[in-house]
């Protein structure tokens, strides 16, 4: 299923790449349903910041989420790959248990809108690869991934300012 998301920042591009990379950011943010995560990875490949988180998902399943998670916990990988000079990456993400079942990846551009304030944009697609319920279950998933990421939107604007 494909989604788009925006959100405008108080701060040029360098400024939201530098908090969208810091692992310490995320570690003290609360996203609905989900665990703090772990980092996994940080690192930079050249200019290519890699922040590799681990979540747990802590909220209720529908019937069709606990039909395919059963009694196993719901863990998964998200990987952002930034460079903060171009604004330019991929945001992805795949279940621990599945990946190749429940994944998706998404392009990241963080583009100046004026001196002062940049726009994050996040484009891409999410998949569950199952019979019949695959659909129906990115259909439900979708809207959350998307809460999540104005909640994390919210927080780097506020984190944003303290820094500056």
Request: glycine share 8%; aromatic share 4%.
């Amino acid at each position: 299923m494909h989604f788009a998301i925006e959100h405008e920042f108080p701060a040029p591009g360098a400024a939201v790449a530098e908090v969208l990379c810091d692992p310490e950011f995320h570690v003290h943010l609360d996203l609905p349903d989900l665990s703090r995560p772990e980092v996994v990875t940080s690192e930079a490949e050249g200019t290519t910041r890699v922040l590799r988180l681990r979540y747990e998902y802590i909220g209720q399943l529908d019937p069709i989420a606990r039909r395919i998670v059963g009694g196993r916990r719901l863990t998964w990988i998200q990987e952002l790959r930034l460079d903060p000079t171009s604004g330019a990456g991929t945001l992805s993400f795949s279940a621990e248990e599945e990946p190749r079942k429940v994944n998706g990846l998404a392009d990241v551009a963080i583009v100046a809108v004026d001196d002062a304030r940049s726009q994050r944009r996040i484009a891409g697609d999410f998949h569950i690869r199952l019979p019949v319920v695959g659909g129906t279950a990115e259909k439900r998933i979708v809207p959350g991934l998307l809460r999540r990421l104005d909640v994390e939107a919210a927080a780097l604007g506020e984190e944003l300012v303290a820094r500056s």
